[in-house]
């Protein structure tokens, strides 16, 4: 219902009213699909990266060289693709993840100071990713050390996951729901 130019929506126990654009408070149904895909991609290629860290590569160092190279060629080739889909499905679920939750934290200075250095920390993971599992020469040093970098990237994505789950557990402040100029009150 709209009320001058205020919006007021009815839930249960809790009547809000917004100035300039509704709050909701259940997720839609593509805010839903939208995190289990950006928590499954983390999974899947965290999940993986911690593998080829600490259970793979220590394992496959025991091989003989020739052996071990045909076991990283055929490990890469078939990474690459979970590699490059993961780093798509990241970047669209997780801009669209920040862009849904950017009404309700409008002023939230910390939430936009962490969520902006968790994709700067997103971004160098995926870049050592594409680095370790690419072809191309300029990276061959990088490729060469591939047991210290993939340490560095579980260290990171490590980084990542905490930011991750503080700014999920923190919330909305309610300086930053004044802000937006959102009143709750409760009804009968």
């Given at each position: ?136 020469q300029a990276f061959a040093g990088m490729r060469a050390k591939r047991g210290m970098w993939l ?30 100029e959102v009143t709750a009150v409760e009804t009968d």
């Open positions: 219902m709209v009320m001058g130019r205020f919006h007021v929506f009815k839930t249960d126990e809790l009547l809000l009213t917004c100035n300039h654009e509704r709050i909701s408070m259940e997720p839609s149904f593509l805010d839903v699909i939208s995190r289990i895909v950006h928590v499954f991609t983390a999974i899947t290629l965290v999940g993986g990266s911690v593998f080829m860290a600490f259970v793979l590569g220590p394992a496959a160092d025991a091989l003989g060289d020739e052996t071990h190279d045909r076991l990283r060629e055929q490990v890469v080739k078939r990474w690459k693709k979970f590699l490059h889909g993961g780093i798509a499905l990241f970047i669209l679920s997780g801009l669209y993840n920040y862009f849904a939750m950017i009404p309700k934290h409008k002023g939230d200075g910390l939430y936009h100071g962490l969520v902006g250095g968790k994709m700067l920390l997103a971004l160098g993971i995926f870049f050592i990713a594409s680095a370790l599992a690419g072809r191309s340490k560095i990237l579980v260290l990171l994505a490590a980084v990542v996951v905490a930011i991750s789950g503080f700014v999920k557990v923190r919330g909305v402040p309610e300086a930053t729901a004044a802000a937006g």
